[in-house]
């Protein structure tokens, strides 16, 4: 201890020095001024030199800490991702539904569908909206590619709607190009049918067929289908095969026209319809 | 050293740094603004007749409160100070013969000066685009070299009190 003293005391004067200088830098470095700034910016390199090389140096602890934390941050990464993709492709289809909206005169309720139901060839699909979203019975269901189906059935906060694959819903429709009037029904196989087209009508395949004038629940010029197949069912009428043109096992939103049958043209065709 | 001499010698030091930084300023050369340092001559004397510690402590202090005084790069002129003092005080006479290493003195200070004077420079211009043998010219050894002059004047009026004692 004595000579540990000694020593001590044999380089006081050192020591004393090492002293001042250490509190000249730590004054020095207490300012904020560009030199200060300077030696700093040295400094940070200097140690951020050695801090790279000592890095390299595997640390067999960190390296599995670093690695179960990277693996954590993969899965929480992932499963953000896929919400993302799943968000976009809501976005490109509420987009793509929101510009229909722009050229349409009627109002319109967006609706998701909760659920689809398939019993006995009569497909219907349910609706988030309701009595509440003001739906009523017989409105118009469409998408930005073309005719879904009707309302058939409201509750306060959801609807069920016929879809163009049940075999109760009949559509008047007509041939865009050559004006073709017919009607549309589900044949409860796999074909969409358009019924009572003459032999002489002038129908081709590819022909795009759309809700007509003469329909009372659907406005007309809504895109329906396109025809796929057409040929002679008997001796005075055409078979005509159209493929709807919506995607009903993609379907996940839809628009409900704020269209309702005209109460007076209703009345009048069931008034004549009783004679 | 005893107290008085303590007392002594921060009267004068405080007395030369009033002058310092009130007066020299009047005496500065050129358009570089040098001036003579008469605080370092006393640290460097200081350390030189009383040994590094007292260079040391007295660098310190006196480089400390020029600084504060200045109001800016607080601790540099306290570092400078504190190693010219050091050197100094390695240079010490106080084992052997005044009148000889007295001589030596001017050399000395002149070390001490350069040196403390390099340090205070070369940080004081760092981040700047001058280099350092410029600063060295025009900076360092201009100052040297008028703080020599004023040193040079303390030895012989040292050397004259011996003489008549």
């Given at each position: 201890m004595k000579t540990i003293g000694l020593f001590l005391l044999s380089i006081k004067e050192y020591l004393i020095f090492s002293f001042f200088i250490v509190i000249s830098l730590i004054l020095i470095f207490s300012n904020d001024n560009s030199q200060v700034r300077f030696f700093r910016a040295i400094a940070v390199g200097f140690i951020g030199t050695i801090q790279s090389g000592v890095s390299a140096v595997p640390n067999v602890f960190e390296i599995?800490?670093?690695?179960?934390?990277?693996?954590?941050?993969?899965?929480?990464?992932?499963?953000?991702?896929?919400?993302?993709?799943?968000?976009?492709?809501?976005?490109?289809?509420?987009?793509?539904?929101?510009?229909?909206?722009?050229?349409?005169?009627?109002?319109?309720?967006?609706?998701?569908?909760?659920?689809?139901?398939?019993?006995?060839?009569?497909?219907?699909i349910t609706l988030n909206v309701g009595e509440d979203d003001s739906i009523k019975v017989n409105m118009p269901v469409i998408t930005d590619d073309g005719l879904v189906g009707r309302i058939v059935s409201t509750s306060k906060h959801y609807s069920i709607a016929q879809i163009l694959l049940n075999r109760n819903l009949n559509i008047s429709v007509k041939m865009q190009r050559s004006r073709v009037d017919g009607i549309l029904n589900y044949d409860g196989t796999e074909n969409v049918i358009v019924n009572n087209i003459p032999k002489s009508a002038d129908v081709k395949i590819g022909d795009i067929v759309m809700t007509s004038e003469y329909s009372n629940y659907f406005p007309a010029g809504i895109p329906v289908g396109i025809v796929t197949e057409e040929g002679n069912?008997?001796?005075?009428?055409?078979?005509?095969?159209?493929?709807?043109?919506?995607?009903?096992?993609?379907?996940?939103?839809?628009?409900?026209?704020?269209?309702?049958?005209e109460n007076e043209r209703v009345l009048l065709e069931e008034h004549y319809s009783k004679k | 050293m005893y107290f008085?001499?303590?007392?002594?010698?921060?009267?004068?030091?405080?007395?030369?740094?009033?002058?310092?930084?009130s007066f020299v300023w009047l005496i500065a050369i050129s358009n570089y603004n040098i001036t003579p340092d008469l605080v370092i001559v006393l640290v460097i004397y200081l350390g030189f007749t009383r040994g590094q510690i007292a260079g040391m402590v007295s660098g310190f202090i006196t480089g400390l409160t020029l600084d504060l005084?200045?109001?800016?790069?607080?601790?540099?002129?306290?570092?400078?100070?504190?190693?010219?003092?050091?050197?100094?005080?390695?240079?010490?006479?106080?084992d052997t013969a005044k009148s000889s290493v007295k001589r030596s003195m001017i050399g000395i200070m002149f070390l001490c000066t350069v040196i403390a004077y390099s340090i205070f420079f070369w940080i004081y211009y760092q981040g700047s685009s001058?280099?350092?043998?410029?600063?060295?010219?025009?900076?360092?050894?201009?100052?040297?070299?008028?703080?020599?002059?004023?040193?040079?004047?303390?030895?012989?009026?040292?050397?004259?009190?011996?003489t008549k004692k």
């Open positions: 599995q800490k670093e690695n179960q934390f990277l693996r954590e941050k993969n899965i929480e990464l992932s499963n953000k991702l896929s919400e993302l993709k799943e968000a976009k492709l809501e976005n490109i289809r509420l987009t793509k539904l929101l510009g229909l909206r722009e050229v349409n005169l009627s109002g319109v309720i967006i609706a998701s569908i909760v659920n689809k139901s398939l019993i006995q060839a009569r497909n219907t069912l008997d001796n005075l009428f055409k078979k005509v095969i159209v493929k709807p043109l919506v995607n009903f096992t993609e379907l996940e939103e839809v628009f409900v026209l704020k269209h309702l049958p | 008085s001499e303590y007392l002594k010698f921060a009267i004068i030091f405080a007395v030369l740094i009033i002058v310092q930084v005084l200045s109001g800016s790069f607080i601790g540099l002129s306290a570092l400078s100070y504190c190693v010219a003092g050091f050197i100094a005080g390695y240079f010490s006479f106080q001058v280099s350092f043998p410029e600063i060295f010219m025009k900076y360092v050894l201009t100052t040297t070299l008028y703080t020599l002059v004023i040193g040079t004047v303390l030895v012989i009026f040292s050397n004259v009190l011996d």
